[in-house]
């Protein structure tokens, strides 16, 4: 199974900033790239699907660079409830393969 | 998404013994998957639950350490065999979300279910 590699941080940012998150896959014919977030003791949640084009839902927005291998979120104007442990997640194709996880960055928002 | 159930969502055992977990879902799903989150780790998937068919294992997992059953389109088993504490994990299912007739909403888009968190003693 390919990698995927995360900062796992902590990343400690006081509310109302802006932060990125980067996560690179070592597969070239990954096919689908998502973010989760799981909070403490919880299940990992879907955050956004991460389209080539890049997309925005809110506060947070999602890049794909095919050329590089790399993803990135960006969340803007931070909330106390964003504090998580940010998920970056690889489908290497075919959609009958179960997903590969990266460790995860940790991100804590400081009031 | 599904709405996904999971039995136990804690146990405590005893090295040598055998829990079987089982994950509900509240509509037909074509694929499920079962996987394991260790102390501080990401999630590792163990293996694709097939309906009607053995279940494919990932590299590092055997059926006979984690038998799965996948009866019908909602429902899956998986049993963690002569369990020792390194098995202490949390172990969780997944479906992937597919509208009827086949068409995937969100290309592979999987969703979990809450998780049972094993301590093996």
């Known amino acids: 199974r390919k990698e995927v590699e995360q900062d796992p941080g902590p990343f400690n940012v006081p509310e109302g900033a802006t932060v990125a998150f980067n996560c690179t896959y070592s597969n070239s014919a990954s096919q689908s790239f998502f973010w989760y977030r799981q909070d403490c003791r919880k299940e990992p949640k879907l955050l956004m699907s991460?389209?080539?084009s890049g997309n925005e839902d809110g506060r947070f927005t999602a890049q794909l660079n095919r050329a590089s291998q790399y993803i990135s979120l960006l969340i803007r104007d931070s909330k106390l409830s964003d504090s998580a442990t940010y998920l970056c997640v690889v489908n290497e194709g075919g959609g009958a393969d179960g997903l590969t996880f990266g460790k995860g960055t940790h991100l804590i928002i400081q009031p | 998404s599904a709405v996904i159930s999971q039995k136990p969502s804690r146990d405590i055992c005893q090295r040598g013994t055998s829990l079987t977990i089982q994950c509900q879902v509240d509509?037909?799903?074509?694929?499920m998957f079962w996987y394991r989150q260790q102390p501080g780790q990401s999630l590792t998937l163990i293996a694709t639950?097939?309906?009607?068919?053995?279940?494919?294992?990932e590299s590092g997992f055997v059926i006979d350490k984690f038998p799965i059953s996948r009866p019908n389109l909602t429902f899956s088993t998986l049993t963690v065999s002569n369990m020792s504490p390194e098995d202490s994990s949390i172990y969780l299912c997944s479906v992937e979300d597919r509208m009827s007739g086949g068409a995937v909403l969100v290309p592979d888009t999987q969703y979990f279910g809450p998780g049972t968190r094993l301590t093996v003693l």
């Open positions: 509509s037909q799903v074509t694929m």
């Open positions: 991460v389209y080539s």
């Open positions: 639950a097939n309906q009607g068919s053995e279940a494919t294992y």
